[in-house]
């Protein structure tokens, strides 16, 4: 038979276990969302771009401070910049995911 010390013990342990398992899930379902929203980004310009670049000479001069408008290969060197970008993210929020994995079996490990 188990002391109330050793139960309430138990319940601390149970409850940890409960909280470390939704701030997980919380974790996961932000980078998903966050990467599926870069790539949406990357997606919307890419598809973008090219009629930004059809402008005439004299439609791109009124916007001066736009790159984009004033080269055609502009646009594709900010794609390429977000891209990176993204894969930058992506590659981040993996090693994440795996050290709060690794985390986790070890604790399962110690409880064993």
Not at 63 to 71: C, E, N, P, R, V
Not at 86 to 110: A, F, H, P, Y
Request: hydrophobic share 45%; proline share 1%.
């Amino acid at each position: 038979m188990r002391s109330t010390d050793e139960h309430l013990q138990e319940i601390m342990k149970r409850s940890q276990n409960i909280k470390e398992k939704k701030a997980l899930k919380k974790a996961m379902i932000t980078e998903v969302i966050s990467a599926a929203a870069c790539l949406v980004l990357i997606i919307c310009s890419v598809s973008f771009f090219p009629q930004m670049t059809d402008v005439d000479n004299e439609t791109a001069q009124a916007h001066y401070g736009s790159l984009i408008l004033q080269a055609s290969y502009m646009g594709y060197v900010v794609v390429g910049a977000l891209a990176f970008i993204l894969g930058v993210i992506v590659t981040l929020l993996s090693m994440q995911w795996k050290k709060m994995k690794q985390k986790e079996l070890d604790k399962e490990r110690d409880k064993k």
